[in-house]
């Protein structure tokens, strides 16, 4: 088999992700091992949706090409004897048909685990009737369960309103009742257990996962944190030492909390903790208080957001948040005003609104 040279680069980081415990990993190779993990153990896999076996962003490469003979090779299927197979299928821009398809294929191989992504998150609107009707509603109408994880490449990089936004306020306006879960996540450790949990928990629930972008090739995760832990709905913020010294709590969800991240580096404002929630719905209350409970001394609590105001999660999220501020604790948003656009289409006018969010965060 001959490798296009082009990707040799990424073979051999892969390997070297493989042979080097202290080297972080990126997201495609997170879920290249929750993929050969659930095949080594006996679970089909089926990913379909626009250019999926690349990938968009070029991250996946999940078939290769003979750079001869365009023989297709997937190296994920040469695993072990006993394994079981993963399908790819690159389908049309026929979002509604390609949906409804693999909602119903999920629906019966509900043992398997049935994957569809969109070529950007925004796409998904094409299938809103699926989603309607069946995604969010199947289970209560007529029992019938499925575990579809639907992947939209979700963030606003400046690419535009057709780009940016996988309308996650569409998604959590039809949460009730546990019947799906919407997640954002910040880590291909993250990721690698939620699929897990696709497979393994004792129910089956549609899962709806804000894919990032701009972090597709960021090293984050240690393989530490594939074997020694699981999924967690919320993370709190590892590097306060001190609780006591923490005057503001910022919440947020997905890729802005990198940007959140190096604002505070960049402004030394080391009396900020920032926590992740890496599952929107359910929520989970219970810990987010208990994380709050740990800031005794703080008296602003923040939801920051890249989407704009009327968009996002802070409808959905400020509800749910303030039953358990403290004492005086206060609620306060930091994002893009409220828009009919999803995004601006200038990227200069993006970075201005992406400023100002950081600095509605810390001031």
Not at 177 to 198: G, K, S
Request: hydrophobic share 40%; net charge negative; glycine share 6%.
């Amino acid at each position: 088999f001959t490798l296009h040279p082009k990707l040799q680069s990424f073979i051999d980081t892969r390997k070297k992700f493989m042979h080097d415990d202290s080297v972080t990993v990126d997201w495609a190779f997170g879920e290249a091992l929750a993929f050969g993990a659930l095949l080594m153990e006996g679970t089909p896999i089926r990913l379909s949706g626009e250019d999926i076996s690349r990938g968009t962003f070029s991250h996946r490469h999940a078939i290769l090409h003979d750079y001869n003979t365009e023989e297709q090779l997937v190296l994920l299927n040469h695993l072990s004897e006993e394994q079981a197979h993963l399908w790819l299928y690159n389908s049309p821009l026929s979002e509604f048909a390609v949906l409804g398809f693999e909602y119903g294929y999920s629906a019966i191989s509900t043992d398997g685990l049935t994957l569809w992504e969109a070529q950007f998150g925004d796409f998904t609107n094409g299938a809103q009737v699926i989603i309607d009707q069946f995604i969010s509603s199947a289970e209560e109408k007529w029992g019938q369960v499925s575990n579809l994880t639907m992947l939209l490449p979700h963030g606003y990089e400046g690419q535009g309103p057709e780009h940016s936004s996988a309308r996650l306020e569409r998604f959590l306006q039809l949460c009730a009742e546990d019947n799906m879960f919407v997640c954002n996540f910040t880590t291909p450790a993250q990721y690698f257990h939620a699929l897990r949990r696709q497979v393994y928990a004792p129910y089956r629930k549609p899962m709806i996962v804000m894919s990032p972008k701009g972090i597709l090739r960021q090293p984050i995760s240690v393989l530490s944190e594939f074997t020694d832990r699981q999924f967690e709905e919320i993370i709190d913020d590892q590097a306060i030492t001190n609780p006591e010294t923490v005057r503001r709590v910022i919440f947020c969800s997905g890729k802005v909390y990198y940007d959140l991240l190096a604002e505070r580096t960049k402004i030394e404002a080391h009396d900020v903790a920032i926590v992740r929630v890496e599952q929107l719905y359910p929520f989970h209350e219970q810990r987010a208080a208990a994380i709050l409970e740990r800031y005794p001394k703080a008296q602003t609590v923040v939801w920051a957001q890249e989407e704009p105001k009327n968009m996002g999660s802070w409808s959905f999220i400020a509800p749910r948040i303030a039953p358990i501020l403290r004492g005086n604790q206060r609620l306060c948003y930091a994002g893009r005003n409220e828009s009919a656009s999803p995004a601006a289409g200038y990227s200069k006018v993006h970075e201005q609104e992406r400023l100002a969010m950081l600095r509605a965060a810390y001031s």
